[in-house]
């Protein structure tokens, strides 16, 4: 959410605060980790219902 409120206050008014412009990082640096999680917890999941 917070990524396309920063493209948002770009597009609309061609300048962002340094608060969004944090927040939009470290919700792309969590992507990574989350993508993890989920590829764990389905494994978990399929080798359960076995």
Do not use: D, G, Y
């Not at 920063?6 to 962002?16: A, I």
């Amino acid at each position: 959410m917070s990524v396309v409120l920063f493209v948002e206050q770009l597009m609309k008014h061609r300048r962002v605060c340094s608060w969004c412009t944090l927040a939009a990082a470290c919700h792309l640096a969590a992507v990574p980790r989350l993508v993890t999680e989920a590829q764990a917890a389905l494994s978990t999941i399929q080798w359960r219902r076995r």
